[in-house]
């Protein structure tokens, strides 16, 4: 399957930015983004956001989601929020193992495998996110790295499964730092993980499955990025909060 077979799937990652009242002002300012049927757009908000979010969206093509998901499905786990809470607001989407909650927070490869099937079980599209930190690329292990996160990510999944999960490559020396991948080696490590789900799934699962590249994408390399055969779109942090520099990502994918 080509690329352009593919479901692109541009999605800001607001991480812990933008008050309820800002997020309204900034999805309106989304509103009259342009739009395909190739490509989806998403807004990964805070949890305190979503609702506002979901009501902001509507009458656009704009979706929703969420940064992080639980993965019970309800119980004595202060301060986490399960799937089901999540979709009975209208949120669609999951961002799932970012390295800030690996880093962060204590997430490993079995809790985000856990949180993906969580989500999938719930009906949400899963974000499930990978990348190698800047001493391991040094190290020449960034393949060995992207391949024990995705096998461990996917862990248990069967295709069809797979086939409902995005992934998203951030590489974590290009998060927040201004340095972003090249865009072939973004486009390398992309292809590189869609050879891993290959060997596990075989060509044609691996070939339908939307791999997104993020860190430091921006509205001056968004296109060159999503130029790539193995770049299915953008997980966008910074450039994400700033509604002209998103649409113009927006632009760049939707190729007007
Ligand atoms: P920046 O685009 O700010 O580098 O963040 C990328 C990211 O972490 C998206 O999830």
């Keep these: 399957m080509k690329k352009s077979s593919r479901k692109v799937v541009i999605a800001g990652n607001w991480k812990m930015n933008k008050t309820r009242a800002e997020a ?3 999805i309106g300012q989304l509103a009259n983004a342009p739009q395909n049927a190739d490509v989806d757009v998403v807004v990964c908000v805070p949890f305190t956001a979503l609702e506002t979010a979901v009501n902001a969206v509507k009458g656009t093509a ?3 989601g969420a940064q992080n998901v639980h993965f019970e499905k309800s119980g004595a786990f202060t301060g986490e929020v399960s799937a089901d809470m999540l979709v009975e607001l209208g949120v669609e989407y999951a961002v799932i193992g970012h390295s800030e909650r690996r880093q962060y927070f204590g997430e490993t490869d079995a809790t985000v495998n856990n949180r993906t099937r969580a ?14 930190l800047l001493e391991e690329r040094e190290a020449g292990i960034t ?13 248990g999944f069967t295709a069809d499964e797979v086939k409902r999960i ?3 490559y951030e590489p974590v020396w290009a998060i927040g730092t201004g340095k972003t991948a090249t865009a072939e080696q973004a486009g390398e490590a992309c292809g590189f993980v869609r050879g891993v789900i290959a060997k596990l799934y075989g060509e044609a699962v691996a070939d339908g499955v939307t791999i997104q590249y993020g860190g430091s994408m921006n509205a001056k390399n968004g296109a060159e ?26 632009k760049a994918a939707v190729g007007v």
């Design 24 to 26: 309204a002002t900034l």
């Design 62 to 64: 704009v979706k929703v």
């Design 119 to 132: 989500a999938l079980v719930a009906g949400l599209i899963p974000i499930l996110c990978i990348g190698e």
């Design 143 to 155: 393949e060995e790295v992207l391949s024990r996160q995705t096998k461990l990510g996917l862990a």
């Design 166 to 168: 995005i992934i998203a």
């Design 225 to 250: 990025l999503l130029a790539q055969e193995d770049v299915d779109g953008g997980l966008i942090g910074g450039a994400s909060l700033v509604a002209e520099d998103f649409k113009t990502i927006i």
